[in-house]
């Protein structure tokens, strides 16, 4: 009697078990609700996903033309600051033209000056020699 009793137990459970696997018309429905959500939840995932790599790909060209701005600004003041450097070696070499050309002058003038200058201390030697109060001016002033 017991072994029919579980025996009769068991075979409800079965058919309970049975009953509450087949799915309602409603249960079917609100499946195919959730997967239809469920798929135009995937549509606009991927719509984001593409929205995303659009702006990843426009912050690299940003990126790449930030890039180029800083390559041609670095260029440019590598360009100004040799052009400054050619012009001051342009401007102290043209400067130097009229002072060498000024040192030449003095330079000869000084020379006529030295030979004049031997010239009248040998003069003066002379005349020391035959005048004896002159030679001894001369001696004293060290000539």
Do not use: Y
């Amino acid at each position: 009697m017991l072994k029919a009793i579980i025996l009769l137990l068991c075979l409800l459970s079965c058919v309970i078990n049975a009953e509450s696997a087949t799915l309602s018309q409603t249960d079917r429905e609100l499946l195919i609700r959730i997967s239809e959500r469920v798929e135009m939840m995937n549509a606009k995932f991927e719509q984001v996903d593409k929205r995303f790599e659009q702006v990843d790909r426009r912050l690299e060209q940003i990126e790449n033309r930030e890039d180029n701005h800083f390559v041609t600004i670095i260029t440019v003041f590598i360009g100004f600051f040799v052009t400054m450097i050619g012009f001051i070696f342009w401007d102290r070499r043209m400067a130097l033209v009229p002072v060498n050309a000024k040192m030449a002058s003095l330079e000869t003038e000084l020379s006529r000056a030295n030979e004049e200058n031997s010239k009248i201390k040998s003069a003066l030697k002379d005349f020391a020699e035959k005048n004896i109060d002159f030679k001894d001016i001369f001696s004293r002033a060290a000539f």
